[in-house]
């Protein structure tokens, strides 16, 4: 059994919760919002979680060294904009080499930096890694089956995580190509955003299954660029998040999607989606490293445009349908 504490307790930190308490682990929930913590220690479930119950004996606090003394393992579980001040709010009380899990997405805009690298560069006496797939909280906290990956620097630290997690309806898979892991998780969100907007203005199945084929062909161009694994981007944490979050209406991206092809504001869509919509966040930041490392993302673009242009979205499509012709693969198979 291993002393575990979820810094977070939106939706994915309670989800996790569950699934580690059912694999046997004590666990304490951290949460610095008094609201939230209100909620979750008198009632022991989330109001977005309806009818998940946590058991009696798992704990909640709001003091940072009650969460982070003495613990095996954090999981870094808060939104993505807030993972630089959490890292630097416990950063003092960290051990060396004390395991931090980071289980968000996204990408910070203003350094362009991955979650992992805020978090080492916050705590760097901490042993970093990350937790990444398709793996929606609503799902995972009922117990069905799910399969996703962890990435690491060494390959004891994937280990011990992949027994931490692994049960009979959770899946681990280790890598460790963490940079590569993050960018399928975060930059999905803006594709599933894309995906959205074409379920809004009332387009079909082909149009879907178009962005979601030449959006995972833009995030594995940039994330090799990057230095990312090719194999990552055709694995869970590539092609697989970039299905369900751009098809299940659990996804929040996709659904602030919808609203903004129904015609509702970036504003007015994440007000009523009621959730942090990561995409928003991650979608200036993709198109800085796509400047950085000299990548072509134009569903990317075109996402950025309509969020932050007022751009209007059936011109944007027009527009994607309308590019250069291209090669789908290397000319180089042609004999002639």
């Known amino acids: 059994m291993a002393k575990i504490s979820i810094l977070g307790g939106g939706t994915w930190g309670i989800a996790l919760s569950v699934l580690l308490h059912n694999n046997g682990h004590e666990i304490t929930i951290w949460s610095p919002v008094a609201s939230e913590y209100e909620m979750l220690s008198s009632k022991h479930e989330h109001k977005m979680l309806p009818g998940v119950i946590l058991a009696d004996d798992v704990k909640f606090t709001m003091d940072d060294q009650e969460a982070v003394t003495g613990r095996d393992l954090l999981v870094m579980a808060v939104a993505s904009s807030f993972t630089r001040s959490t890292a630097a709010r416990i950063s003092k009380l960290v051990a060396q080499d004390q395991k931090i899990v980071n289980v968000a997405k996204g990408i910070e805009e203003s350094t362009l930096m991955t979650l992992s690298e805020i978090i080492e560069q916050e705590i760097p006496q901490a042993d970093v890694a990350v937790l990444s797939g398709p793996s929606h909280a609503e799902e995972v906290s009922r117990g069905i089956p799910t399969t996703i990956v962890v990435g690491a620097k060494s390959r004891a630290t994937a280990e011990y995580l992949q027994n931490i997690f692994m049960s009979e309806v959770f899946r681990v898979y280790i890598s460790p190509d963490i ?56 694995g869970l944490t590539g092609i697989g998040d970039l299905i369900v979050t751009c098809a299940s209406m659990h996804s929040r991206n996709r659904r602030a999607g919808i609203l903004i092809g129904q015609g509702k504001t970036m504003q007015e869509a994440m007000q009523e989606v009621n959730m942090v919509v990561e995409g928003v966040y991650s979608a200036k930041a993709a198109m800085g490293l796509a400047q950085k490392y000299n990548v072509q993302l134009p ?33 180089d198979a042609w004999q002639k």
């Open 299 to 331: 569903i990317i673009e075109q996402v950025n445009a309509i969020l932050f242009e007022n751009k209007n979205a059936e011109q944007a499509v027009k527009e994607l349908m309308l590019r250069d012709k291209k090669l789908e693969i290397s000319a």
């Open 179 to 234: 940079l590569g892991i993050e960018l399928g998780a975060a930059l999905k969100n803006v594709v599933a955003l894309a995906a959205g907007i074409a379920d809004g203005l009332g387009y079909g199945d082909n149009t879907k299954a178009a962005l979601i084929t030449r959006g995972i062909t833009e995030i594995a161009r940039l994330g090799t660029a990057m230095g990312g694994k090719f194999e990552t981007f055709c």
